[in-house]
């Protein structure tokens, strides 16, 4: 049996790389991931020294990324800001599946007044920009990233709850759902045993968008001063200081920003291609 | 000069052979049946002419029409083809027209592409096209969409718009297998009185013998991609020459082997001992939707005042139309939904109103088979895990030995290997999936078994197995049957007694050979008519063919 199922796994990593956007997607991210994990054990420099002499320099062989208002070198920044970046994103895409996919499962399976409720707060959730709410959590709780992961993790509940909803409505009315009952399962059971092994597709094409959303919220969010609190570098603060030297050192804001639209990129190429692997109707057609 | 001929044809898709060197003739205004199993390559075979073949489809042969080489026509040629000397009418009525068009537009637009006619004219020829077809504009005004049709009407205007043109050859991609009895007696009706009309010729694609036969004016047998008899269809399958065709008929014709269980035990006993089985006035009622928000929804009535009794190791049909509500009977019974008023009792307890807990013991003995093999297993499982599903139900959680040793018990009695324990539904054929399915239901050894519609998405030989299985285990285990079919040969070979329901009512009960002989009511009458039944089909077409 475990041999049948290394031999299908293996099947699917085959089929998966020869997927192009899959492939693609999954080396950016792979790359972004690995500086983040580098940076805890190696930098080129210490994010912390400050060194006044070296103060924005262009790019060359020393700092390959220059070096910013007060010498510090930005390649070793960007590496350490990944770091930020990732835990954020990823601890808030945990939150909103965390809370929003029992929620959506269980408006699902009981129905009724239970299901009305919970999707007409969802709904109230989902009216605000989620960046608004943002900042007005971080500004009654104070900025930090705690309180910049419990604020966009908040409003990754809806979407959650919303896809799992969707897609636990879908499976209910199968034949297989019926036989499970005829087994006298009870809804929590059948939504563990049936349900969710069949709406996991789903949410995890929905979980990566979410994390490159996450990604631009955080920096964003930093951006505004109220993510990451310095002297932890962050990719949304860099742009902030870079912007006011733009004309001077372009350098500045072009890492960060790069660094921002790489991951965003890579994220979304993986969620857009396992949305097509995932789905047998579009599967056999690339 | 044949209409259309078809001469070692040959088609590949991907590296696989599907069709290997098909020959057939269709003359106009013949209706040729082309008849085999799934698998067999008949929808490939029409999907080939029309040359709406998938990606990656090596086609070979020649395809004669018109005096035109199909293979070789380039799409140009084709699209001018396709829809206005060739029409196509598929199964599946309720994909086959376009959910945002109206049924006006859709019939006028194949009319003014092809003849290049202005609007009003279209709509003008549409309208009487649509009327031809039993659609009379009166009453359903070409600005009608597809979703305010039932099934039977949609079916219709595909018809309307594969026939709009006076096509010379018209393919009827098993027409009538998504619709109920009495519905594809009228279509059926339809299309014949279409070809004579217009002397058409038709390639009458069908799984089922029976409808073949009374259609088809000569049949072509299918096996495999492979020709495997073609001739008059009274001659073909009444002289029987290939081994295939007698296989096919008589899988058709089958009737499970039961030996009559001694009755005197069960009348006797049944005085003292309540009923399996009791429903008593049961209704269930819908929702509808409602007129304004202020009032109150109208109710749709599914089931209307339903009451029978079942004795234990019997097996009743409850047989009806479409939307009659028999699977809305069914799954009151089984308690998966609440009945609006009435109640149902299992051995005499009350199973309706009772909560989970309190059904378990009911369940227990209660299974259910579910009508499509492919829907009714969660594809993420093993049949291990799957057939032992109902386990769950008894008191005592059976051990890891024991657990196996049911499964595999189960398996061996549907006729299945324990080895395919570790195997996911995907690996298995629509038969071998029933049989899990079965195996599923008669795991914790019930004592009734709600069958919906278990044998209608089968093949016939695959069938007759399968219906062989449940006469097999009633027989065996004493398990008694519901039988929800709409099909009345299903009905004929495995039950003692039939129920006919009709709009949400049972109009009829009795013997199943006395009703399905002689039936009273006009529901149970209208239905035994339009029941293809491959004996009388056979006799009629000897007469008329000699």
Known sequence: ?286 | MSLLEIENLKLDIGGTPILKGIELKIEAGEIMGLVGESGSGKSMTALSVMRLLPEFAALSGRIGFNGLDLVKASEEDMCALRGDDIGMVFQEPMTALNPLKTIGEQVAEGIRLHTGANRTDAEGQARVMLQRVGLPPEKFALSRYPHELSGGQRQRVVIAIACALKPKLLIADEPTTALDVVLQAQILDLLRELVNENRMGMLLISHDLAVATEMADRITILRGGEVMETGDTAQTLSAQVRPYTRQLTQASLHVPERHKRVSATTSSSNESKPPLLSVKNVTKDYPGRRASLFEKPQTFRAVDNVSFTLGEGRSVALVGRSGCGKSTLARVILALEKSTSGSVAFRGEVVTGRDEAALRSARRDMQVVFQDPYGSFNPRRTVEWLVAEPLHLLDKKPGKAERRELIEHALHEVGLQPSDMHKYPHEFSGGQRQRISIARAIITRPKLVVADEPVSALDVSIRAQILDLFAHLNQKLGVAYIFITHDLTVARAITDEVMVMHEGRIVETGKTEEVLSHPQSDAARMLVEAAPDLHLALAKKMQEQG
């Open chain 1, 1 to 286: 049996m475990s041999e049948t199922a290394t031999h299908r796994e293996r099947g699917f990593l085959r089929e998966a790389f020869a997927n192009r956007s899959f492939a693609t997607g999954t080396i950016i991210t792979t790359l972004i991931v690995a500086m983040a994990l580098l940076s805890f054990f190696w930098t080129p420099y210490d994010v912390t020294k400050l060194v006044v002499a070296d103060r924005m320099l262009p790019p060359s062989w020393d700092h390959i990324l220059g070096t910013d208002q007060f010498g510090r070198d930005v390649l070793s920044m960007i590496m350490v800001g990944a770091r930020n970046s990732i835990a954020v994103a990823l601890v808030a895409v945990g939150i909103g599946m965390g809370i929003g996919v029992p929620l959506g499962c269980w408006a699902a399976a009981k129905g009724g007044y239970i299901d009305d409720a919970l999707m007409r707060a969802n709904d109230v959730v989902f009216a605000f920009p989620a960046l608004l709410s943002a900042i007005m959590i971080t500004a009654v709780f104070g900025p930090g990233a705690i309180n910049a992961i419990i604020a966009i993790g908040i409003f990754n509940i809806p979407v959650f709850a919303r896809v799992a909803r969707a897609g636990a409505l879908s499976i209910r009315p199968r034949e297989f759902v019926l036989a499970a009952r005829a087994a006298g399962k009870g809804p929590m059971l059948i939504t563990i045993e049936h349900i969710l092994p069949n709406i996991t597709t789903l949410l995890l094409v929905q979980g990566t968008i979410q994390f490159a959303l996450g990604i631009l919220a955080e920096a964003s969010l930093s951006y505004l001063g109220l993510g990451a609190q310095p002297p932890m570098p962050s990719w949304g603060r860099m742009l902030f200081d870079a912007q006011t030297r733009m004309v001077v050192a372009p350098h500045l804001a072009i890492a960060p920003g790069m660094a921002i639209v790489f991951t965003v990129l890579g994220l979304n190429l993986i969620g857009d291609g396992l949305a097509d692997l995932l789905d047998p109707k579009l599967r056999r057609r690339r």
